[in-house]
């Protein structure tokens, strides 16, 4: 089967922009998770989606968005983006929700803001 | 609040010996632990968990031990080799289903030929 697939792996924008990333999960895996990355702070959660409905959300603000499509492919959306944006976008996903199923992740798309 | 701490951020081993990776919870309702191994540019991969049920995992050269009672866990490799040269993540959660993962910051393992 083909791993996590994220696009772009990597996208250079400046301050105030807005950026849309896009993660395909393994085929038949239905649980997407999006989490940054950033230098010493570890992979903080961003939310979670299971058949097109947000099941979880982490502590970012607003401008952090996602959604999931009726084929599980995922988007997260970040608006008016701020020098502190600039991470390692992750996207794991599982075949369901519960947490002792196995996550895959996908490369990640790292995120520069100027 | 850092749930989940991996408070050495970096261990150097010699190959072959034994290389320890610690990790504490402060979280009391996790149950189920996880450690992810992470190759620059590319996403981390699981490498081994346990269920607070349990006090040691294995898998080949990776053991983890969770002691609950101090809320600790650690993952053992033996003998450790040049490939485990990776950042490693420790992760815990509550087996409920709208439960996340809660990562700590990674420790950066570095195995010397």
């Known amino acids: 089967k083909a791993g996590v697939t994220q696009t772009p792996r990597y996208l250079i924008k400046t301050r105030g922009q807005q950026v849309t990333l896009s993660c395909s999960p393994i085929?038949?895996?239905?649980?997407v998770s999006w989490y940054q990355q950033t230098p010493g702070q570890g992979l903080q959660f961003l939310f979670e989606?299971?058949?097109?409905?947000?099941?979880n959300k982490g502590n970012f603000p607003g401008r952090f968005s996602g959604r999931q499509f009726s084929n599980s492919r995922s988007e997260m959306n970040v608006s008016t983006l701020e020098l502190g944006d600039s991470a390692l976008y992750l996207c794991?996903?599982?075949?369901?929700?519960?947490?002792?199923?196995?996550?895959?992740f996908g490369p990640g798309t790292r995120l520069t803001v100027l | 609040d850092q749930q989940v701490k991996q408070n050495s951020p970096s261990l150097s081993v010699q190959e072959g010996r034994i290389s320890i990776l610690n990790c504490d919870y402060t979280?009391?309702?996790?149950?189920?632990f996880l450690w992810y191994k992470k190759y620059p540019a590319e996403g981390p991969t699981f490498l081994i968990s346990?269920?607070?049920?349990?006090d040691k995992n294995e898998d080949g050269r990776f053991t983890v031990f969770l002691n609950k009672s101090a809320k600790h866990l650690s993952l053992h490799i033996v003998p450790s080799q040049p490939g485990d040269s990776a950042v490693y993540f420790c992760?815990?959660?509550?087996?409920?289903?709208?439960?996340?993962?809660?990562f700590g910051k990674g420790i950066t393992l570095s195995v010397r030929p």
């Open positions: 794991a996903s599982s075949f369901t929700v519960g947490n002792t199923d196995t996550q895959y």
């Open positions: 085929s038949g895996h239905r649980s």
């Open positions: 989606y299971f058949s097109e409905t947000q099941r």
């Open positions: 979280n009391s309702m996790f149950d189920y």
């Open positions: 346990i269920s607070s049920i349990k």
């Open positions: 992760a815990a959660t509550s087996t409920g289903a709208n439960s996340k993962l809660t």
